[in-house]
């Protein structure tokens, strides 16, 4: 029994990138040999098991062979006369395909170190094809090392074409794409992950609006200035009407704090300059926002229009204007009226008309 680390672990050790996980490979062993060592196993689809300590995943080196359309599709062949080889060529690229030993030793039979050395995501062999999600992994990976000058092989990109072509990413699941993509957005080039996509093929066939946009151009210039994964999609959406962008959110599935942050962009950032010349304008959007009943999405909405121009949300002008206006209509209620008699819409409209003055007030400070 031979046990190496494997995967991202070593691609990210070579590359001085930040990682948590580590994942292990395990070659010339059986189940039950790790279960006799206090290992507890996982997943139904292939041996992964988990370390009785650390709690690391531990895999059976393993072969995969396609048998069905979409990223389930593979009959997996765990045994312990697979090689630590054969189970390296069934991954995706090359700076994967690579382990350690414990003396820190690189086992590399794909050329790994060299497409490290090279800035390369390059497939290891034609069975890229075979496994769709590829397309959103080598995209989302794009986008992580972008920063390090981290280009995708013109083959590779090649493959990816076909493999929209032929209509794999149908038999991905919604859920799963948008987990790609979601995990996209926090990466440190967030943009390069959408234009990958585009140059593929795959944004016209995930997010048909997204690739009529220039969403791309916007989240490049607001990711500067917001970490916040919603606010970054917002940002990418916010040149689509409300209702595309509420469509594509509901498309992917997106969370529905998501969806009313880029709805909410999307309808009133164009909105804002006027808003803030006229108090009941003001006031429209603030409603709009849900702002005097809760914070979101209305602090999503302020730190994604900073972004956008260019700030961080404290530091611009018109989100401290528009914070401003904010609290000071919450601060309306019936009691501050002054007409305790009121009731029902009178009473609703006697607040509406004192928040719209403290508006004004605010706005002409």
């Not at 062999?125 to 989302?140: G, K």
């Not at 929209?164 to 996209?184: C, K, M, N, P």
């Not at 962008?245 to 164009?270: D, H, I, M, S």
């Not at 530091?315 to 305790?340: D, V, W, Y």
Request: a neutral charge; one cysteine or more.
């Amino acid at each position: 029994m031979k046990i190496l680390k494997v995967g991202g672990a070593v691609r990210d050790s070579l590359l001085n990138h930040p990682h948590s996980e580590v994942d292990w490979v395990v070659v010339g062993a059986t189940p039950q040999a790790l279960l006799d060592r206090g290992f507890t196993q996982v997943g139904k689809d292939f041996p992964v098991f988990l370390h009785p300590s650390t709690k690391e995943e531990y895999a059976l080196a393993r072969t995969e062979r396609k048998s069905g359309r979409g990223y389930h599709g593979f009959e997996v062949h765990a045994h312990p006369s697979v090689t630590l080889e054969e189970d390296l060529a069934r991954r995706d690229l090359t700076i994967n395909a690579m382990a350690m030993t414990d003396e820190g030793d690189i086992i590399d039979p794909y050329g790994g170190r060299a497409d490290i050395a090279k800035r390369l995501l390059r497939h290891v062999s034609p069975h890229f094809i075979e496994d769709p999600l590829r397309v959103l992994r080598v995209a989302r990976f794009a986008g992580r090392y972008g920063y390090l000058g981290f280009t995708v092989a013109p083959e590779t990109l090649t493959l990816m074409q076909r493999i929209v072509a032929a209509g794999e990413l149908a038999h991905l699941s919604v859920e799963r794409i948008w987990t790609e993509t979601e995990r996209a957005l926090a990466e440190s080039q967030p943009e390069i992950y959408f234009s990958v996509l585009k140059d593929c093929g795959a944004l016209e066939a995930l997010m048909p609006a997204l690739a009529l946009s220039n969403g791309i151009d916007h989240l490049t210039r607001a990711r500067v200035h917001t970490t916040r994964v919603d606010c970054r999609w917002a940002a990418l959406l916010a040149t689509l009407s409300p209702d595309n962008a509420t469509q594509t959110c509901r498309a992917l599935k997106a969370p529905k704090l998501f969806e009313a942050l880029a709805n909410g962009v999307a309808r009133y950032q164009p909105a804002t300059k006027n808003a803030l010349r006229q108090a009941s304008g003001c006031f429209d959007l603030l409603k709009g926002l849900d702002s005097f009943r809760r914070d979101e999405p209305f602090d999503g909405f302020l730190a994604t229009l900073a972004a956008l121009e260019g700030h961080s949300a404290d530091a611009h002008p018109t989100t401290r204007l528009l914070r401003r206006a904010c609290e000071a209509a919450r601060q309306i209620n019936a009691a501050s009226t002054g007409t305790n008699t009121l009731t029902g819409p009178a009473l609703g409209a006697a607040i509406k008309e004192r928040q719209i003055r403290v508006i004004a007030a605010t706005l002409a400070q």
